[in-house]
């Protein structure tokens, strides 16, 4: 069973940057596609970024296109969104979730961490 981590979440305020990590715990994530999504208050959970397994392929919503960028360190067992630029409407909590390929991820991802709030003051 795959267990992950979110971290790297906080208040910011619009402009600035921050960088999310998700480190996974009882098995390796080399095998498998990963992606970000996120939660706002009263609001659908969203896709924001997916990643191939190895990274070389990645795919990313249009409100984020641009401005976020997803990551991975296979040997570090760890999957990065470098936020930048971020705005009120990017305030959610963010979730890392992961499945055994870019479609899954995209479109039901096997397995999901708890998530970390991010909050982007006006």
């Known amino acids: 069973q795959v267990q992950l981590v979110e971290s790297g979440g906080g208040l910011v305020q619009a402009g600035g940057s921050l960088r999310l990590s998700c480190t996974a715990s009882g098995r390796t994530l080399s095998s498998y596609a990963m992606g970000w999504f996120r939660q706002a208050p009263g609001k659908e959970r969203e896709r924001v970024a997916a990643i191939s397994y190895a990274g070389a392929n990645t795919d990313y919503a249009d409100s984020v296109k641009g401005r976020f960028t997803i990551s991975r360190d296979n040997a570090k067992n760890t999957v990065y969104l470098q936020m930048n630029s971020l705005k009120p409407e990017d305030t959610a909590v963010y979730y890392c979730?992961?499945?055994?390929?870019?479609?899954?991820?995209?479109?039901?991802?096997?397995?999901w961490g708890q998530g970390t709030l991010v909050t982007v003051s006006s």
């Open positions: 979730a992961g499945g055994r390929s870019m479609a899954t991820v995209i479109q039901q991802p096997g397995f």
